[in-house]
């Protein structure tokens, strides 16, 4: 049981402190411009909900929270079985093992920018090392900033390329955490592989997974570096996800009260996945 | 069982293979680059690197990233420490509620917070420093911070901080003297997250500073636009980013899960 002291308020209020500046001040902002109009030199007009009824009503928006759920999608349903099965694969000990989970934890820490750079120059038709490959090895015409469809493919591989470990180091931890003495039983008992990973291994691994998914849910919801350097959300507006098309119309256009009742939108979806991450974080700790 | 280990080195090699790309790009000319594919650099330069340690506005990029990085760091562990203290052992009123709201911010999209940002410290003044840029940065790094601390403390039995004060410890003492010690990896570990997510944000640091704090980034892709064909330079500037990162991770491998899990694995 925890003491109940209410002067551990003193011990927050640092981090209140700051990270309120950081965010209620901001949010703040947003607000304020979401249901008002400006043309420049700070005159503002009350616009009340236009802007939100605009954006939910917009082809413009549809489309581009369309492409979002559907990056969003794709890359949970190969990054995540990819992850479990790479660490199921994975030896439990050895020396080996190090060496294996740093270099796969490699990618995660390269700038973002970088990320896009160098899946740029991997990828050019003619000088990258794939794109040389498909077009001139292969024979299958490849260029990602003619095709949708490859530009596509490019920024899906390029996700699963840089986030799928994180799927396996969380099942990873979560499989090293399972006693020899359930493996001993499940021999004995003669069970299949298929039964050691269905009734040992995948109930064990239901937090770091649960946790795992909704990271990269979020994570790749929030994605703007990577896919912006790569295609610049083209060709035309086909890889256009959200957050690009966010910044287009805030900073680019300059059209700050659909940009900021997008932004609106934009949190609630992230306040409902937070909410959903607490409680099934929550809910584990109060049975341990 | 050959068959199984086959599955983690494919792995390692597709990950790998972008990587190894860049950094030989980096070390190719670039008539080589222009002038065909070569798996290999036919002839090794180093002109792509010497160009960015004697250019200014290149290395100033890394030491200006490396300084906003470091501060936010700083910031972010020591004044998550006493927070994460303080969710881990005492309840208060709207414990829950803060603990809830600051996860919020760490699953916000950097993208929403763009344009407020450059208006918020701009007016504070700050625009254009090291300072924003860390204390921008602090909006997901304290509470991934907080997350990461508060699992590994609550993993110390509070026998420990029971018996100190029995002992006659004051609270500064002990937690400075014996709890500190005690969960050192996770201050590592905290640390380490901080540093990473500091490192390879781009969009903030980009739009917050302009001549005197530009991170690598920024100056990185100003050279991707303007000059159009300068891959070897761009590809050797890249590596160059990959280097703290494949450094600090070493000190953490056994702890990254833990670390992506927010403390509770």
Same mark, same amino acid.
């Given at each position: 049981?925890?003491?109940?002291?209410?002067?551990?308020?003193?011990?927050?209020?640092?981090?209140?402190?700051?990270?309120?500046?950081?965010?209620?001040?901001?949010?703040?902002?947003?607000?304020?411009? #979401?249901?008002?109009?400006?043309?420049?030199?700070?005159?503002?007009?009350?616009?009340?909900?236009?802007?939100?009824?605009?954006?939910?009503?917009?082809?413009?928006?549809?489309?581009?929270?369309?492409?979002?759920?559907?990056?969003?999608?794709?890359?949970?349903?190969?990054?995540?079985? =990819?992850?479990?099965?790479?660490?199921?694969?994975?030896?439990?000990?050895?020396?080996?093992?190090?060496?294996? =989970?740093?270099?796969?934890?490699?990618?995660?820490?390269?700038?973002?920018?970088?990320?896009?750079?160098?899946?740029?120059?991997?990828?050019?038709?003619?000088? /990258?090392?794939?794109?040389?490959?498909?077009?001139?090895?292969?024979?299958?015409?490849?260029?990602? *900033?003619?095709?949708?469809?490859?530009?596509?493919?490019?920024?899906?591989?390029?996700?699963?390329?840089?986030?799928?470990?994180? %799927? %396996?180091?969380? #099942?990873?931890?979560?499989?090293?955490?399972?006693?020899?003495?359930?493996?001993?039983?499940?021999?004995?008992?003669?069970?299949?592989?298929?039964?050691?990973?269905?009734?040992?291994?995948?109930?064990?691994?239901?937090?770091?997974? *649960?946790?795992?998914?909704?990271?990269?849910?979020?994570?790749?919801?929030?994605?703007?570096?990577?896919?912006?350097? =790569?295609? /610049?959300?083209?060709?035309?507006?086909?890889?256009?996800?959200?957050? +690009?098309?966010?910044?287009?119309?805030?900073?680019?256009?300059?059209?700050?009260?659909?940009?900021?009742?997008? #932004?609106?939108?934009?949190?609630?979806?992230?306040?409902?996945?937070?909410?959903?991450?607490?409680?099934?974080?929550?809910?584990?700790?109060?049975?341990? | 069982?050959?068959?199984?280990?086959?599955?983690?080195?494919?792995?390692?090699?597709?990950?790998?293979?972008?990587?190894?790309?860049?950094?030989?790009?980096?070390?190719?000319?670039?008539?080589?680059?222009?002038?065909?594919?070569?798996?290999?650099?036919?002839?090794?330069?180093?002109?792509?690197?010497?160009? +960015?340690?004697?250019?200014?506005?290149?290395?100033?990029?890394?030491?200006?990233?490396?300084?906003?990085?470091?501060?936010?760091?700083?910031?972010?562990?020591?004044?998550?420490?006493?927070?994460?203290?303080?969710?881990?052992?005492? #309840?208060?009123?709207?414990?829950?509620?803060?603990?809830?709201?600051?996860? *919020?911010? !760490?699953?916000?999209?950097?993208?929403?917070?763009?344009?407020?940002?450059?208006?918020?410290?701009?007016?504070?003044?700050?625009?254009?420093?090291?300072?924003?840029?860390?204390?921008?940065?602090? =909006?997901?790094?304290?509470?991934?911070? %907080?997350?990461?601390?508060?699992?590994?403390?609550?993993?110390?039995?509070?026998?420990?901080?029971?018996?100190?004060?029995?002992? /006659?410890?004051?609270?500064?003492?002990?937690?400075?003297?014996?709890?500190?010690?005690?969960?050192?990896?996770?201050?590592?570990?905290?640390?380490?997250?901080?540093?990473?997510?500091?490192?390879?944000?781009?969009?903030?640091?980009?739009?917050?500073?302009?001549?005197?704090?530009?991170?690598?980034?920024?100056?990185?892709? !100003?050279?991707?636009?303007?000059?159009?064909?300068?891959?070897?330079?761009?590809?050797?500037? /890249?590596?160059?980013?990959?280097?703290?990162?494949?450094?600090?991770?070493?000190? %953490?491998?056994?702890?990254?899960?833990?670390?992506?899990?927010?403390?509770?694995?």
């Amino acid at each position: 049981m925890k003491t109940q002291n209410q002067r551990a308020w003193f011990f927050v209020l640092p981090v209140l402190l700051l990270v309120a500046f950081n965010a209620l001040i901001p949010m703040m902002t947003v607000v304020n411009y #979401s249901v008002q109009e400006t043309f420049g030199d700070n005159l503002f007009f009350w616009e009340g909900l236009r802007w939100f009824q605009e954006v939910l009503q917009s082809e413009r928006f549809h489309n581009a929270l369309g492409r979002q759920f559907f990056f969003t999608f794709m890359i949970l349903i190969i990054e995540i079985p =990819l992850g479990i099965a790479i660490a199921l694969s994975m030896p439990k000990k050895g020396p080996w093992v190090p060496v294996c =989970l740093v270099l796969m934890a490699l990618p995660m820490l390269i700038p973002w920018n970088v990320v896009g750079a160098m899946w740029n120059i991997f990828t050019l038709p003619d000088i /990258g090392l794939l794109g040389y490959f498909l077009n001139h090895t292969l024979g299958i015409s490849y260029d990602m *900033t003619q095709d949708p469809v490859a530009a596509w493919v490019t920024i899906i591989v390029m996700d699963v390329w840089h986030w799928t470990s994180l %799927v %396996v180091l969380l #099942s990873y931890a979560g499989l090293v955490s399972i006693p020899n003495a359930y493996y001993q039983a499940a021999e004995i008992d003669g069970a299949s592989n298929w039964a050691v990973f269905r009734f040992i291994q995948l109930p064990k691994m239901k937090t770091v997974l *649960t946790i795992a998914i909704l990271l990269r849910f979020m994570d790749s919801f929030n994605i703007y570096t990577e896919p912006f350097v =790569l295609t /610049g959300g083209g060709p035309g507006n086909s890889t256009t996800l959200l957050s +690009i098309d966010l910044v287009k119309i805030a900073l680019g256009q300059f059209d700050l009260g659909p940009a900021a009742a997008m #932004s609106l939108i934009y949190f609630a979806i992230t306040l409902l996945t937070s909410w959903l991450f607490y409680t099934l974080m929550t809910k584990d700790d109060n049975k341990a | 069982m050959r068959m199984r280990n086959l599955v983690p080195i494919l792995y390692i090699l597709f990950l790998m293979l972008p990587i190894y790309w860049l950094v030989a790009m980096s070390f190719k000319t670039t008539n080589e680059i222009l002038s065909g594919f070569s798996l290999f650099p036919q002839t090794w330069t180093f002109e792509n690197y010497i160009a +960015i340690f004697t250019d200014p506005t290149w290395y100033w990029g890394y030491i200006n990233s490396i300084i906003y990085v470091t501060l936010n760091t700083v910031i972010s562990v020591s004044v998550a420490l006493p927070a994460a203290y303080a969710f881990s052992r005492y #309840s208060f009123v709207g414990d829950k509620h803060l603990f809830f709201w600051l996860l *919020t911010n !760490r699953m916000a999209p950097a993208a929403v917070f763009a344009l407020p940002f450059f208006q918020l410290y701009s007016a504070v003044g700050l625009f254009d420093t090291h300072l924003a840029v860390a204390l921008a940065h602090c =909006l997901f790094n304290v509470p991934l911070a %907080v997350w990461i601390l508060e699992g590994f403390m609550s993993g110390v039995p509070k026998e420990l901080d029971e018996t100190a004060y029995v002992d /006659g410890y004051s609270f500064p003492r002990f937690f400075m003297t014996i709890f500190l010690p005690a969960i050192k990896s996770g201050v590592g570990v905290a640390a380490f997250f901080c540093f990473m997510f500091s490192w390879v944000e781009m969009l903030l640091s980009k739009t917050l500073t302009a001549v005197e704090a530009k991170p690598i980034a920024a100056v990185m892709t !100003r050279t991707a636009s303007s000059a159009g064909y300068e891959l070897g330079l761009l590809a050797a500037a /890249g590596t160059l980013t990959i280097i703290p990162g494949a450094i600090v991770i070493y000190f %953490v491998r056994n702890y990254i899960a833990k670390g992506f899990a927010l403390g509770r694995v």
